[in-house]
């Protein structure tokens, strides 16, 4: 029993997570770094609001700095309703693909369109966000830079495949090994039912004895 309640933080914490991802709360990931001549690639950027039941609203702008650049360069703007691109380099090439629906841009990823070499460097995409507390504003700004790498043709590493491959072992031990402390508790929690039971029984059986013999001495008397 002692060991069932020293695991049920770490069961909590998982199934606290599980219901987390499926309800969709915010996580920060990075954005992919490689992308492929001539296809689409999504520049990623997520920053999370810390405080959830706070109102904000935000504005999200794009930077690039080409290679061989000192400087970065504003390249896209998203308010939460227009798009505006600023670069003639990313015309007609750069779609929003980030938070929907909402003032509250937590989602900031972009698409670019048709990849060319030239779209290898560094982009910096930063967040300016204004939380709404019942007596007056904060102001934030989050920022987060990457660098990208255009090629001719997809790649995958043997680091990128390890990663992988160990993120599925991980989840199907964590799986195992929570599968296994069910088990147990449940029958650590019946072994402790099942003897209460007989406590109880033994219990009963005793006083219904002594109230057997009570009546016994009872009718000697008279």
Not at 72 to 91: A, C, K, L, T
Request: net charge negative; glycine share 6%.
């Amino acid at each position: 029993m002692d060991s069932c309640v020293r695991h049920l933080p770490v069961l909590c914490v998982f199934f606290t997570i599980s219901v987390s991802v499926c309800s969709g709360a915010c996580a920060e990931v990075d954005s992919d770094t490689e992308a492929v001549a001539g296809k689409a690639f999504k520049l990623g950027c997520i920053s999370c609001k810390m405080r959830g039941e706070v109102e904000a609203t935000a504005t999200v702008d794009w930077h690039f700095r080409a290679r061989g650049q000192d400087e970065y360069i504003h390249i896209y703007s998203y308010d939460g309703e227009e798009s505006n691109i600023i670069d003639d380099r990313f015309q007609d090439r750069m779609e929003w693909h980030g938070s929907k629906k909402t003032f509250d841009l937590q989602d900031a990823s972009v698409d670019i369109l048709n990849v060319t070499f030239n779209d290898s460097g560094d982009y910096r995409c930063v967040f300016n966000r204004i939380l709404s507390y019942q007596h007056y504003e904060y102001s934030t700004i989050a920022s987060k830079e990457f660098h990208l790498t255009v090629v001719a043709k997809a790649t995958r590493g043997t680091a990128s495949i390890v990663s992988e491959v160990m993120m599925y072992v991980t989840i199907i031990g964590l799986q195992l090994w929570l599968l296994v402390e069910m088990i147990y508790c449940y029958r650590k929690i019946a072994a402790v039912g099942e003897e209460a039971l007989r406590a109880s029984a033994a219990e009963y059986l005793a006083i219904a004895s002594e109230g057997k013999d009570n009546c016994a001495g009872v009718q000697v008397a008279e």
